[in-house]
């Protein structure tokens, strides 16, 4: 069974950075494309940043040019590098496949204050 387990979120002010971390297990990671999702409050899941098994990488509008995502396929995990964060970033991170086959983890809480 596969689990996903995010880290690295916490409370920041705007234009500050973090780095969040999600380790796979229980699976492959390299054969698949993974992205990070987010759902803030009220609001449905969005995917905001992936990558392909070949390193591809696609990015929301709202995100691009801030965030990074990478992949150590060593270490079975994912990361999102987020800078210049602003207030509406602030959501529950999530990492999963790019087609979210897996259950999902708990996430990550990110909340950026103005």
């Known amino acids: 069974q596969v689990q996903l387990v995010e880290s690295g979120g916490g409370l920041v002010q705007a234009g500050g950075s973090l780095r969040l971390s999600c380790v796979v297990s229980?699976?492959?990671?390299?054969?698949?494309?993974m992205g990070w999702y987010r759902q803030a409050p009220g609001k449905q899941r969005e995917l905001v940043a992936s990558?392909?098994?070949?390193?591809?990488?696609n990015y929301a509008e709202s995100v691009k040019g801030r965030f990074t995502i990478s992949r150590d396929t060593v270490k079975n995990t994912l990361y999102l590098q987020m800078s210049s964060l602003k207030p509406e970033d602030t959501a529950v991170y999530y990492c999963n496949r790019a087609d979210s086959a897996w259950d999902w983890g708990q996430g990550t809480q990110v909340t950026v204050s103005s």
């Open positions: 229980g699976s492959t990671f390299s054969h698949y494309g």
């Open positions: 990558i392909s098994s070949v390193g591809y990488r």
